[in-house]
């Protein structure tokens, strides 16, 4: 098993097979998805056995999110290239509702960012979310990102946000 990052807060670690169940039921919360592309748990499924097998094949992924103190699960989170342009590198996280506010989406803002950095030559990191999201847009503004001019992708504006190296 592979840690991204840990602190005294969170650990972001590979997702392990048995964790299945924690992640369907993250994804099963209708506020947690309200921003997220997906809707069915056979979405969901997919993505997490899609996580697994790309455990340690190369530096991106989707990663869990845990408390420090008691491994409680507290979110997903990924780096990626960016569908809308390949040379960028795209972060994004869900949290669940009752760690909403507490700073964890900035830590791991910040930590997915330095990860990519140290892992790439990339010069910028990129994160969207919908219009509406205003909670994400601070997080994200908190981590370093400046807003840049809104993306229409499928049809759909997404405020976009941009961290350089």
């Not at 990102?145 to 049809?155: A, E, K, P, Q, S």
Request: glycine content about 6%.
């Amino acid at each position: 098993m592979s840690i991204l990052h840990k602190s005294e807060s969170i650990i972001i670690r590979d997702l392990l097979a048995e964790e299945q169940a924690l992640f369907l039921d993250h994804f099963s919360d209708n506020e947690v998805t309200r921003h997220v592309p997906y809707r069915t748990t056979e979405q969901y499924t997919e993505l997490f056995k899609m996580a697994v097998e790309n455990n340690n094949k190369g530096i991106f992924n989707r990663w869990g999110i845990y408390n420090a103190a008691d491994n409680d699960f507290i979110g997903v989170c990924l780096a990626r290239h960016f569908s809308y342009n390949p040379d960028q590198l795209e972060i994004g996280y869900t949290l669940s509702k009752r760690y909403w506010g507490k700073g964890i989406g900035t830590e791991v803002s910040r930590a997915l960012v330095q990860y990519c950095f140290e892992k790439t030559d990339n010069e910028e990191v990129v994160a969207v979310t919908d219009l509406d999201n205003v909670g994400s847009q601070k997080v994200l503004e908190k981590a370093g990102f400046t807003r840049l001019d809104d993306l229409v992708i499928d049809d759909e504006d997404l405020a976009f946000f941009m961290i350089k190296r």
